[in-house]
């Protein structure tokens, strides 16, 4: 079946750097278009950003853009976010999704606080 398994959240500093991976099993990676999707306390899920199955497409919300950075390695099945300068608003649980068929991972929470 369909997994997505999401990791390398955590505390980090105003400023500072993650990049999390999200783990996929169950289908043919490379053949999907990818997501992250953010959730804030108290807010809504928030689309962050989107990748072609081959990588070469990619696009970002406004708040996220020029800071992170979406890739993903066909060869090992996992899709990346790298977020640098990260702020107090990125403060988030960060799922990974598949677009086709809803598929979406656990989450992971980052915290941006001093």
């Known amino acids: 079946q369909v997994q997505l398994v999401e990791s390398g959240g955590g505390l980090v500093q105003p400023g500072g750097s993650l990049r999390p991976p999200c783990e996929a099993s169950g289908f043919a990676f490379s053949g999907f278009v990818m997501r992250w999707y953010r959730q804030a306390p108290g807010k809504e899920r928030e689309l962050v950003s989107h990748?072609?199955?081959?990588?070469?497409?990619?696009n970002y919300a406004d708040s996220v853009k020029g800071r992170f950075t979406i890739s993903r390695d066909n060869r090992k099945n996992t899709l990346y976010l790298q977020m640098n300068d990260l702020k107090p608003e990125d403060t988030a649980v960060y799922y990974c999704t598949r677009p086709t068929g809803n598929y979406w991972g656990k989450g992971t929470l980052v915290t941006v606080s001093s």
């Open positions: 990748i072609s199955t081959t990588g070469t497409s990619t």
